[in-house]
């Protein structure tokens, strides 16, 4: 039971314009969301993160949007470069003494010039 | 500040050989968890240590992966004896353990292809 997804794979977008990763969830104790980054043959990098009393949280080009009522958060790069060309995790987590992720299977973002 | 540290960084084996993966993480830093990610699919946790303490090992096959922490510090992953669906890559994350919310930094994983 994936209780983290992410159901695009892949995602193309010209360099300057906007990219929209999407996340949906199905578990609804979740109150902890994260997204990371991943570059080829490296580990995942934390990139934002929003807890479930907010609906937005913006980090420079980078702002994560939390609909609780769906079940479904959003990544927003703006503008895009061809250096965020990567795989995108949308992490989830249950607060509280456990603090484990679930992760969504990725979405691979290909930035082109 | 160093992150986490694995090794090594790749591993070939053959079916039913054992194998063993290394982690350091970051100074400080109570928790520690293995996961693995197979090619396609987002990280699964495997294990999550407190300290030197298991946490959470539902998901960890116990008939042929163990892991420990001893001393609260530095961690191993062992499989014995490994299948092919084993090939994966094994990452070993850490974080501070305070506070409500905080993010778990990765090691740059080991691949390993099971032959």
């Known amino acids: 039971d994936q209780q983290v997804k992410q159901n695009s794979p892949s995602l193309s977008v010209q360099e300057g314009r906007i990219s929209i990763l999407n996340c949906d969830y199905t578990n609804s104790m979740f109150d902890y969301f994260l997204w990371y980054k991943k570059y080829p043959a490296e580990g995942p990098t934390f990139l934002i993160s929003i807890s479930s009393i907010k609906d937005k949280n913006e980090d420079g080009r980078f702002t994560v949007f939390l609909n609780k009522s769906a079940k479904h958060l959003s990544l927003h790069i703006v503008p895009s470069q061809p250096g965020d060309s990567a795989v995108y995790f949308c992490a989830a987590r249950i607060s509280g003494s456990a603090r484990q992720l679930t992760f969504g299977s990725g979405t691979q973002l290909t930035v082109l010039p | 500040e160093a992150g986490v540290a694995q090794s090594p960084r790749y591993k070939i084996i053959e079916k039913r050989q054992s194998v063993a993966f290394w982690c350091n993480p970051i100074?400080?830093?109570?928790?520690l968890y293995w996961y693995q990610q197979i090619l396609g699919q987002g990280p699964k946790l495997l294990i999550q240590?407190?300290?030197?303490?298991?946490?959470?090992d539902s998901q960890l096959p116990k008939d042929r992966f163990s892991a420990e922490r001893l001393k609260g510090v530095d961690s191993t992953l062992k499989i014995q004896p490994a299948k092919l669906e084993d090939s994966a890559v094994y990452l070993c994350a850490s974080s501070h353990g305070r506070g409500q919310n905080t993010e778990a930094f990765f090691g740059q994983g080991t691949r390993l292809t099971v032959v």
């Open positions: 100074s400080g830093h109570a928790t």
């Open positions: 240590f407190q300290n030197n303490g298991v946490v959470d």
